[in-house]
Structures are given as structure tokens and as C-alpha cells.
């Protein structure tokens, strides 16, 4: 279940990755903070309703 | 069972690996996924067992009833070790320790009706002593 999520967040910092080393070479060393800043929002956003489900879990699993 | 979480956890560490050299936000990114999806596979056990133990403390009903708090308390410990192992793996041992101190405070204002049932039956003991 959580398998994919990995894998989807791993992709989407190699290709952040990438696309830095891309820009950097070609001179334009001003969107990789864009880019950098776009594939981590995706990344969050990604990762939320996991957070978010687990932490209602534990409230409901522990009565918090 | 046990073979697919270990499964999953190689492969979110080998996620790690290509992500921590330059990408360290999504280093942290994938290990809170990966944390959380953990947590959210082995929670419906954990309440099994945390319903077991409510039935049992149910039937040994002795006078102070203090499952409720024990459970709670666990809670709120599992949630601060999540987060206070995540603070340390991403370096920030500053915050991991205040919040582990926010979390034992927290743990200790939970267990003031504990102290105060053994307040009670210190002072009722010492009062028969004299």
C-alpha cells in the first residue's frame, strides 16, 4: 500500500534531481530553486493524507 | 508479513540513498512516508492488543483504575519518539530534545491523577504509623 508512495517520492527527487543537474549546466542556475522548490511541494503533498490518516489512527487507536 | 515491511524498508533505504547526496528534503520527505506508512501497517495490531489489555484490566478491576491513562500515555510516547527520531535523523538534535521534553511533560501532566491516588495512600500510611 505504502509501496508505491516510496517509489513515486524516490521519482520525484531523482527527476528534481536530474532536472538541476540539467539546469545548472545550461546556464540557468535560477530555476533550479524553482524546481527544487516545486518537486518538494508535490513530494508533501504526496505524503500528506499518510500523515494525516495515521496521526487520526493513533487519536482514535489511543483515545489522545 | 514480517518479510514485506522488511521489503518495504530496503527499498525506502535505497530511496535514501539516491536522494541524500543532493536532494536532502526529499531524504526527509520519503523517510516520513516511509515512517508513516510503517506505523499505519502495524496499528491495527497495536489496537488488538491494546483492546486485550483494556478487556483484561476490565475483569481485574482493582480500585484505581488507571488503563485508561497507561494507554493514553503510551500514545502520546509513540508519538514522540516518531518525531523525535525524525528530528534526530535530520540532524536536528536541538529540537529532537526539547521535544522530548515536551512529550515527558506532557506524559506527566496525564499521570497527576496517579501521583495524587499515591498522595492518598502515602498519607493515609503514614497517618496510621503515628
Known amino acids: 500500500m505504502e509501496i508505491d508512495v516510496i517509489f513515486k517520492i524516490a521519482a520525484v527527487g531523482i527527476i528534481v534531481a536530474v532536472l538541476n543537474q540539467i539546469l545548472s549546466r545550461s546556464g540557468r542556475d535560477e530555476y533550479t530553486m524553482i524546481t527544487t522548490i516545486a518537486g518538494l511541494i508535490i513530494a508533501l503533498m504526496m505524503i500528506l493524507p499518510y500523515v494525516s490518516t495515521l496521526f487520526s489512527y493513533i487519536r482514535s487507536v489511543f483515545d489522545l | ?130
Do not use: H, W
Not at chain 2, 478491576?61 to 519518539?81: P, T
Not at chain 2, 534526530?88 to 522530548?100: T, W
Open chain 2, 1 to 130: 508479513m514480517i518479510l514485506k515491511i522488511a521489503g518495504a524498508c530496503l527499498i525506502a533505504v535505497l530511496g535514501f540513498m539516491l536522494l541524500k547526496k543532493d536532494r536532502a528534503d526529499f531524504a526527509f520527505v520519503l523517510e516520513v512516508c516511509t515512517t508513516a506508512g510503517l506505523l499505519l501497517f502495524i496499528l491495527p495490531y497495536m489496537e488488538n492488543l491494546i483492546d486485550l489489555f483494556l478487556q483484561v484490566s476490565d475483569t481485574v478491576k482493582i480500585n484505581f483504575d488507571f488503563s485508561e491513562i497507561l494507554v493514553k500515555v503510551c500514545g502520546i510516547a509513540l508519538v514522540a519518539r516518531l518525531v523525535c527520531e525524525l528530528c534526530k535523523d535530520a540532524g536536528e538534535q536541538a529540537l529532537a530534545v526539547k521535544f522530548e521534553l515536551a512529550a515527558k511533560v506532557l506524559i506527566l501532566i496525564n499521570a497527576v491523577p496517579v501521583f495524587k491516588a499515591l498522595y492518598g495512600i502515602l498519607s493515609a500510611f503514614v497517618e496510621n504509623l503515628l
